[in-house]
């Protein structure tokens, strides 16, 4: 069955470095997506990408926050300087077209910022 | 603020027995409600609701939703241990695109 991958599966970073965590959507998916799981919360919304451009973003993806889809499989989401905050789990997810469908989630990528 | 809160947080049973995982939601342009199980690794895909009274079985779980009332529950017959796992209730809105609001998830376990 087809998955999405995600990369690294386990970062630990010192606060104020940048991070990408990568992710290779199902390859006949048009819409992508990043959550985030706080240890201990709920999963959230980050942002959403379609057409390469971000269709809607929560208020956690501040400007320090960046996607981009730079060779048509990888999906990546880049935190410039990372901080304390930002240890969480992080989904990505995608799915064939908007439209009340059902989202297929990666594994997870855990960042640990120290 | 869209809202979803799931009930009970958590939950320990034995094997064979009978679970009910509640959820109810506030949401503003409601497209469906869907149920994730999370394990280890990926939050994999059970049940997606849209229309209300219909109930959605496969195998031992079967999810129904309420939408006059905003709610939906999903039940678990015949437990076995590797139904232990965090039951996650999204609901999917429209905005600016779609997007999932999750609860906090439900922490099943179940001991043999």
């Known amino acids: 069955e087809p998955e999405v991958t995600q990369t690294p599966s386990h970062q630990v970073t010192q606060m104020g470095q940048e991070v990408i965590l990568r992710c290779v959507p199902i390859?006949?998916?048009?819409?992508f997506y990043w959550y985030r799981q706080i240890l201990g919360q709920k999963v959230e919304f980050l942002v959403s990408?379609?057409?390469?451009?971000?269709?809607?973003k929560s208020e956690i993806f501040d400007d320090q926050f960046s996607v981009e889809r730079p060779d048509g499989s990888n999906f990546t989401l880049k935190i410039r300087s990372t901080k304390l905050e930002d240890s969480a789990m992080y989904f990505c997810?995608?799915?064939?077209?908007?439209?009340?469908?059902?989202?297929?989630f990666g594994a997870g990528s855990r960042l640990t910022v120290l | 603020e869209d809202k979803v809160v799931q009930s009970p947080l958590s939950l320990v049973v034995h094997e064979g027995d009978t679970v009910t995982l509640n959820c109810s939601y506030e949401?503003?342009?409601?497209?469906?409600l869907l149920w994730y199980k999370q394990e280890k690794k990926a939050p994999t895909f059970l049940f997606m609701l849209?229309?209300?009274?219909i109930e959605k079985k496969s195998g031992r779980l079967s999810s129904i939703l309420d939408k006059k009332e905003l709610f939906s529950i999903l039940n678990i017959t015949a437990t076995q241990t590797g139904d232990s796992a965090v039951y996650l209730c999204?609901?999917?809105?429209?905005?600016?695109?779609?997007?999932?609001?999750f609860g906090k998830g439900m922490k099943l376990t179940v001991n043999p």
């Open positions: 999204a609901v999917l809105t429209k905005g600016g695109s779609e997007k999932l609001v």
């Open positions: 997810a995608s799915t064939v077209y908007s439209g009340a469908n059902v989202l297929t």
């Open positions: 990408f379609y057409n390469n451009e971000i269709s809607e």
């Open positions: 849209t229309s209300s009274g």
């Open positions: 949401v503003t342009n409601f497209r469906s």
């Open positions: 390859s006949n998916h048009l819409y």
